[in-house]
């Protein structure tokens, strides 16, 4: 039993410790700090290392630098295929205060915006076309309790298949998912495929069972979900390029400060050329740049 003495003695004193550091590591930062910072939720369908991803972590530290730590943005990277119209829906209602939105999920909540998609030679002239549209747009998200804070660069577009299509003509009777976006279903119906509109959750089960034959889709997101194990053959083209968005919800951003607001889209413009840059990277790494 003595011999036990000195064990049970040291076990509590780690005990004691590990309490001790705890209590320190909580008490580090004032209460009145923790209780004056304003917190905002943001969702991102992508991986961390997507181009917009990198992004949105980016904006995250530079809101809580720029505001002294008196503002921070908790991240979360939703990369579940079909979570873009749930970020939406979340946005449109306060559930997040920010998302970074692709604009083809836009038009799939706000039809109205289908008008404003046009076809342009590069990602580039894309953004900057939208860039010139965004008062008008934005007349359209209001009316959603949406706000566009920055428009980023577009990735390409790709429709993914079971069977390797050679030539345009090859598309011909196959039966594709696409966004429910009228130009890019008429370009795809123009090939002469059928158009199917599915819940992206169950799309892989869709093609996999033959039911369907493929998916139009962003390129950097073909191999999210294991969409190259069951569409392995890629047709990218050029004519519809549509850009993230990173887009607030008014009624968080109705909870803040003049000052905030303020500071929420300064930080939101700033990203802008850091998105562009990781995007321009990861489309030379697929050799599109």
């Known amino acids: 039993m003595k011999q036990k003495c000195p064990v049970i003695i040291?076990?509590?004193s780690l005990c004691l410790l590990s309490a001790f550091s705890v209590s320190f590591?909580?008490?580090?930062?004032?209460?009145?700090?923790?209780?004056?910072?304003?917190?905002?939720?943001?969702?991102?369908?992508?991986?961390?290392s997507h181009p917009t991803g990198k992004a949105a972590e980016y904006f995250a530290g530079l809101v809580?630098?720029?505001?002294?730590?008196?503002m921070a943005i908790a991240v979360t990277y939703d990369t579940?295929?079909?979570?873009?119209?749930?970020?939406?829906?979340?946005?449109?209602?306060?559930?997040?205060?920010?998302?970074?939105?692709?604009?083809?999920?836009?038009c799939e909540e706000i039809p109205e915006i289908n008008r404003f998609i046009g076809s342009y030679d590069s990602p580039q002239e894309a953004r900057e076309g939208y860039r010139e549209l965004t008062g008008e747009i934005q007349e359209y998200l209001s009316r959603e309790r949406l706000e566009l804070l920055s428009c980023y660069r577009p990735d390409?577009?790709?429709?993914?298949?079971?069977?390797?299509?050679?030539?345009?003509?090859?598309f011909t009777g196959m039966r594709l998912h696409a966004a429910k976006v009228l130009p890019v279903s008429a370009y795809l119906v123009n090939l002469g495929a059928e158009i199917e509109n599915f819940e992206r959750t169950d799309l892989?089960?869709?093609?996999?069972?033959?039911?369907?034959?493929?998916?139009?889709?962003?390129?950097?997101?073909?191999?999210?979900?294991?969409?190259?194990?069951?569409?392995?053959?890629?047709?990218?083209?050029?004519?519809?390029?549509?850009p993230d968005m990173l887009v607030a919800s008014t009624v968080s951003?109705?909870?803040?400060?003049?000052?905030?607001?303020?500071?929420?889209?300064?930080?939101?413009?700033?990203t802008e050329e850091f998105q562009i840059r990781?995007?321009?990277?990861?489309?030379?790494?697929r050799g599109m740049e």
């Open 253 to 270: 951003l109705g909870n803040l400060s003049d000052e905030q607001r303020r500071l929420l889209f300064r930080c939101a413009e700033e």
């Open 156 to 170: 390409y577009r790709c429709v993914a298949t079971k069977e390797r299509p050679e030539s345009p003509g090859d």
């Open 278 to 285: 990781a995007m321009i990277e990861a489309q030379k790494e």
């Open 80 to 106: 579940e295929p079909g979570s873009e119209k749930e970020i939406v829906t979340k946005l449109q209602f306060g559930g997040i205060a920010i998302a970074a939105v692709n604009y083809f999920s836009l």
């Open 25 to 48: 590591a909580f008490s580090g930062k004032p209460e009145e700090e923790w209780k004056n910072q304003t917190m905002l939720r943001m969702s991102v369908p992508y991986e961390r």
């Open 10 to 12: 040291f076990l509590i």
């Open 204 to 242: 892989l089960r869709a093609v996999d069972s033959g039911f369907i034959d493929g998916s139009e889709m962003p390129l950097l997101l073909y191999k999210r979900a294991g969409y190259d194990k069951v569409m392995p053959y890629v047709w990218i083209y050029k004519d519809f390029l549509a």
């Open 64 to 70: 809580e630098q720029e505001s002294g730590g008196r």
